[in-house]
């Protein structure tokens, strides 16, 4: 009786063979070996990922430090220019009040000055008129009581005298 070997068998002692052929090319090391360095990559991956997701929050809570700094700054000039704005406003007020009241006050001088000025004129021009008449009324009291005039003024300057 011959051994007859069906598929089974050859099928069971190829798959033994291929496994001593994989064990002694040591086939699992290799594979776990390489396991083990895609293991080691990956974890290097992510702690390099992580290191660069802390920077990332670093820098982020940097740049909202540095933003809400800036607001704050922003906020104090825009204070600091309404103040000089209200300030300047302020001053130019109480300038404009004050050339006010200068120019008021030179306006209210000139107008007095001009005022005396016209006074000034019309009593000149009274007097220049009083002695007109006056010239007038005497030349015309001469013309008729001048000897008489002159014999009275004779008799006072005589009489003063002695």
């Given at each position: 009786?011959?051994?007859?070997?069906?598929?089974?068998?050859?099928?069971?002692?190829?798959l033994l063979v291929f496994l001593g052929v994989v064990f002694y090319l040591k086939v699992p090391g290799m594979i776990t070996k390489m396991l083990d360095t895609r293991i080691?990559?990956?974890?290097?991956?992510?702690?390099?990922?992580?290191?660069?997701?802390?920077?990332?929050?670093?820098?982020?809570?940097?740049?909202?430090?540095?933003?809400?700094?800036?607001?704050?700054?922003?906020?104090?000039?825009?204070?600091?220019?309404?103040?000089?704005?209200?300030?300047?406003?302020?001053?130019?007020?109480?300038?404009?009040?004050?050339?006010?009241?200068?120019?008021?006050?030179?306006?209210?001088?000139?107008?007095?000055?001009?005022?005396?000025?016209?006074?000034?004129?019309?009593?000149?021009?009274?007097?220049?008129?009083?002695?007109?008449?006056?010239?007038?009324?005497?030349?015309?009291?001469?013309?008729?009581?001048?000897?008489?005039?002159?014999?009275?003024?004779?008799?006072?300057?005589?009489?003063?005298?002695?």
């Amino acid at each position: 009786m011959a051994f007859e070997f069906d598929a089974a068998f050859w099928a069971t002692i190829a798959l033994l063979v291929f496994l001593g052929v994989v064990f002694y090319l040591k086939v699992p090391g290799m594979i776990t070996k390489m396991l083990d360095t895609r293991i080691k990559a990956i974890e290097t991956e992510l702690a390099e990922a992580e290191r660069l997701r802390m920077e990332a929050r670093m820098l982020l809570e940097e740049y909202e430090a540095k933003r809400q700094s800036a607001t704050k700054e922003a906020e104090s000039i825009v204070t600091a220019a309404r103040e000089e704005a209200f300030r300047l406003t302020s001053e130019a007020k109480t300038s404009l009040e004050t050339l006010i009241t200068r120019r008021t006050k030179a306006v209210e001088d000139k107008i007095a000055q001009a005022e005396s000025q016209a006074v000034a004129e019309v009593r000149s021009r009274s007097a220049d008129v009083a002695i007109e008449a006056a010239q007038l009324l005497l030349s015309k009291q001469m013309a008729t009581k001048g000897d008489a005039l002159v014999d009275q003024a004779i008799k006072d300057v005589s009489s003063k005298l002695n």
